[in-house]
């Protein structure tokens, strides 16, 4: 559904969703420490109200079992200011934060050894998007809504399909999606995720200054980034997974009818149920065979 | 030198013409310097982001590299509002020019940053404010107060009771607005119009600028009122603040913004207390940002009928203005916009863009989710209408006839040709038309020529 012109707010009142990564496998071993982590956030959180009185700021925890909203600064509560901005939205996000994380710790059921201990992106992203949706649904008058994710953990590939789903839709309602990948490898989800819907997505060098880098980058609005030099995508990573086993994979079978990927042959499509044509030899089938490369 | 010229159309711009020593002292104030920084355009504000914990001077060469090709024209206006705001400081080496954040506005932007700013004064507490007007009687007032005070400044007698302001400030707020000639009620000016076809918020500002440039004849000084007023800004409106917390002029300061209706004043038992509305807490907000969410109430149909669902005078007034006014029901105002009715308008200087301008920002919500919210036939036929009062242009001229001979006829419109003033001529009759600047100068030349 295509957004109602904002034409009467001023160009850069924005909206901004931030996804935060509160996975514990990944804050337990990284070389910046969480509380130093939300005290970035928070101040990047403060400067974007600042800027303008209408924007506004969405905090959504995306945690290792379940995701939840953890603030929201046009509601009720977070308007009154007496004490002043700054304590008032701490102490509500840092409360809600903690109630949210013993919440998501006791959902943790034994897991298998070996699994890669990926956070709930793809469930945080959706529930963005539905946030969102709701904004432009809410009449002619609306800031001009971004998402930005702070992610560390490494991607599950067991959530491709969700994630890809969720980048699909926010490429169709226009709404970019910026990335901050803090962790040591790289991230094909969140590099695809900007690449496709025209955000901004960098890897910081050094994460004591996390500050500075979300201020000059991330903090940019929308209608400013076609003034502005920003991190262009370099080397995206395009590699999908199966749809069976959910393992990355370069070559694989696609199904002619609804493009779901395959590593190995199947009879019949689990997504769409066509049935694949036996009467041909087994290599060249009615399933086409594609080749994916990364692209360079 | 900034290269933008100030015109003081908005509240930061009258700030920006403060004196150095009174600037630096207002940024000062953490609340300030948030207001300025949301005052400034999109790109400035980017700027003043990046700069705030550098503390080198960064050339102006590096910020440029900071852009795209496209954005030259914005930086150059990021750049001299800086200048002008006296944010950026400029320190002129010897090869080139860098820029540094003022240090004051710096330090007190970086506390704002992660310390958050806390107001000087608490809302007063629930046991001795008993009950508070809820926000709709708060706007409702606001807007009654508001409409009070612009009928009372353009005297058009119907405005039920009037404002405390002294005479002699109503004449000030009135100058330029309306002129009076004698024994005649005073009419509105080409600005009165315009002015009253601007939304809330420009008019406010107008009003507000007025009564600082006049505040200091009063004895008080200019950046303490400026100082409050952006304060006030950052209030919450409902809640209630005690009136011990203000100073002198600050009191007497609140009781004249209670007649514009940015505060309400309420008293107690044994305190008495002011409650900020929306119009106090929008000041903050520049020109180009009318959040103003009120309410449009205008529907204009393609038949140039126009319906206004309101009962205000003052909107009857407005609408009168430019349009014809046919039947006044409780909550309705049917009337059409007619040839007649917009010559009128035009005749008073009021231009077609104000118009449809006023007409769109007004429109009922019914009709403003459509696009367009005037239909195209109406907004087209007011400019064409416009247009049709320039068709004819007028410059005044002197007919110049019956020349004695050709030779002098030629001689003559060369002369008029070379001081630019020859309009029209016809060498068959030997007739020329000249503007009359010259017509002194044609006299003598003829003169010249006949002896």
Not at chain 2, 26 to 32: E, M, P, S
């Amino acid at each position: 559904m295509a957004s109602a012109p904002s034409k009467l707010y001023a160009d850069d009142v924005s909206l901004v969703v931030v996804l935060l990564d509160t996975n514990p496998f990944f804050w337990s071993s990284s070389s910046l420490s969480f509380s130093q982590f939300l005290s970035h956030v928070l101040a990047f959180l403060n400067a974007i109200l600042t800027l303008n009185q209408l924007n506004q700021v969405v905090v959504i925890a995306t945690g290792y079992n379940s995701c939840d909203y953890v603030f929201d600064s046009s509601s009720d509560l977070n308007r009154s200011f007496e004490n002043g901005r700054m304590p008032v939205m701490c102490s509500s996000l840092l409360q809600k934060l903690e109630e949210f994380l013993i919440k998501d710790e006791q959902l943790s059921k034994e897991e298998p050894e070996g699994k890669i201990k990926s956070s709930l992106f793809s469930g945080s992203l959706s529930m963005a998007l539905c946030y969102i949706q709701r904004v432009f649904r809410s009449g002619a008058l609306h800031p001009h809504p971004r998402i930005l994710c702070l992610q560390g953990s490494p991607d599950g590939p067991e959530q491709y399909v969700a994630i890809m789903n969720a980048i699909f839709s926010a490429q169709r309602s226009s709404v970019p999606i910026d990335s901050c990948y803090l962790g040591s490898q790289n991230s094909a989800f969140l590099q695809q995720a900007s690449y496709i819907t025209g955000g901004v997505h960098h890897k910081p060098q050094n994460l004591d200054g996390l500050f500075q880098y979300l201020m000059t980058i991330f903090a940019t609005d929308l209608h400013s980034r076609s003034f502005i030099h920003l991190p262009k995508p370099v080397g995206v990573d395009f590699r999908a997974s199966c749809f069976c086993h959910k393992n990355t994979i370069d070559m694989g079978y696609i199904c002619s009818v609804c493009l779901s990927i395959f590593c190995k042959h199947h009879k019949k499509c689990s997504t769409c149920g066509s049935v694949f044509g036996q009467a041909q030899s087994e290599a060249a089938s009615a399933s086409d065979k594609k080749r994916k490369t990364p692209e360079t | 030198m900034p290269q933008v010229k100030i015109i003081a159309k908005n509240f930061m711009d009258m700030v920006a013409s403060l004196p150095a020593i009174k600037l630096d002292l207002l940024y000062r104030n953490q609340f300030i310097c948030e207001a300025i920084l949301r005052s400034l355009p999109p790109l400035a504000k980017k700027y003043v982001l990046q700069m705030l914990y550098i503390d080198i001077p960064i050339t102006s060469k590096s910020l440029q590299e900071w852009l795209l090709a496209d954005g030259s024209s914005k930086h150059k206006v990021a750049i001299d509002r800086l200048i002008q705001l006296r944010v950026f400081e400029v320190i002129d080496r010897k090869k080139e020019t860098t820029y540094k954040l003022n240090s004051t506005f710096q330090t007190n932007l970086r506390k704002h940053m992660i310390s958050g700013g806390i107001l000087p004064r608490e809302p007063m507490p629930q046991s001795v404010t008993a009950r508070l007007p809820t926000s709709e009687e708060l706007d409702a007032y606001a807007h009654e107060q508001w409409e009070c005070f612009l009928l009372q400044l353009i005297s058009s007698g119907q405005a039920e009771k009037s404002t405390s302001f002294s005479d002699s400030m109503m004449r000030i707020f009135q100058r330029g607005l309306l002129r009076q000639r004698d024994k005649e009620a005073p009419r509105l000016t080409d600005s009165g119009f315009q002015f009253l076809l601007m939304d809330t918020n420009a008019q406010l500002w107008y009003i507000i600028r007025e009564y600082i440039s006049n505040s200091e004849e009063q004895g008080v000084d200019q950046a303490d009122l400026i100082a409050f007023l952006l304060e006030l800004s950052f209030h919450t409106p409902g809640e209630a603040y005690s009136l011990d917390t203000l100073t002198d002029d600050q009191t007497t300061m609140i009781k004249d913004l209670a007649d514009l209706g940015l505060v309400k004043l309420q008293k107690g038992r044994k305190e008495s207390w002011f409650i900020p509305t929306k119009l106090a807490t929008n000041l903050s907000v520049s020109l180009t940002d009318s959040s103003s969410r009120k309410q449009g109430f205008v529907v204009v149909e393609t038949n140039f009928r126009m319906y206004a669902y309101s009962s205000s005078k003052l909107h009857c007034e407005i609408l009168r203005l430019f349009a014809r006014v046919e039947y006044q029901l409780p909550n309705l105002i049917v009337g059409a916009i007619t040839k007649e009715s917009l010559y009128n308008a035009f005749e008073n200087g009021i231009t077609a863009e104000q118009i449809v301008t006023f007409l769109q920002q007004n429109a009922h919500p019914r009709v403003a989710e459509k696009l367009p919210s005037v239909p195209e036939n109406v907004t087209d036929q007011i400019r064409l209408w416009e247009t049709d009062l320039n068709r004819v242009e007028m410059t005044p001229a002197h007919f110049y006839d019956e020349f004695p001979s050709r030779d002098v006829f030629e001689a003559a419109s060369d002369f008029a040709r070379m001081h630019n003033g020859l309009l029209w001529e016809d060498a068959k009759k030997m007739r020329m038309v000249v503007k009359a600047e010259i017509h002194m100068l044609m006299r003598e030349h003829l003169r010249g020529q006949n002896k």
